[in-house]
């Protein structure tokens, strides 16, 4: 059965009108009783629909919209518009290593993360924030109570299809606001609103054209543990202190993230590899912004602190704020 939050499910099911809200209700209820309260409010729910004959998901070949996407779907068809993409990420998994890269996709109905791993990996290489992406065969999971799209071998991918256009994005967000002092470990989907008090110069670093992974020089040569050697491409990342009144965070960007942050591509970024006092005007501009960052804490065991490493960066929206404010 795929995962369908009640709400979701009721909606669905009165837009059948065959069944007005109230006896909806009653219904759900009475099922519950009937089975001795052995059925959850979402399984007796999905009795009824059956019972009803109402289909709850959409034919599975048809194409879905993101908010008709479930965790447990296989073989799903989708397409939305690139609105992220992330930087490569490797993790070590036992004596192997991996590597995964993901997208957030966006359509008129709301956003949705495309996780790509290992050899997946390498078809987002083409792939450009603005691209428009249709997905053939691909799965939903859920993953720290947000859903997800995973690529597999058979996933058909299309850029830019003819024909496919996305007018507008409805932005959802599964990040939770915190504050910095709060923060624990390994907590995923971290949204902070912090004021840049520190910059760092940008380290710049060689990585493997093919799979993004550090490539490491040796004797004038660049060495990938994965495809040997390789004529490298450059990388970087920037760290940047933020503070939010109640603490401060390391916070890092690596390449894509940087970009967002400075409002430059990468040729305009890699002017400071040869001259970083350059960087310094940067430095100056950025110092005192409110930025809104979302991302992942990690535990830096080496200097025993948390950092934040992000995955999205905004400028910090005041009327967005003053409403969150006034909410409480
Ligand atoms: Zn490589």
Redesign the pocket.
Known sequence: MYKIPLADLKNIILESKKITPRDLEEKIKLKINELSGLISEEGAAHIIANELSISVVRAVNSKLKIKEIYAGMRNLVTVGKVLRKFDVREFAKGESTGKVCSVVLGDETGTIRVVFWNDQVARLDKVQEGDILLLKDVYAKENNASKEIHVGERTEITINPEGETIAQVRQSSNFQRSKISELTEGSEGTEILGTIVQIFDPRFFY???????R?NETEGQFQ?????T?QPVVSYVLNVILDDGTGTIRSTFWKNQTNHLLGKDEQEILRYKDNVALFEDMKTELLGEQLKVMGRIKKNDLFDRLELNVQLVEKANPEEELARLEQK
Do not use: L, T
Not at 224 to 228: I, L, S, V
């Open positions: 990585v493997c054209p093919n799979c993004s992974k490539a990938c543990a994965e495809h040997g390789v």
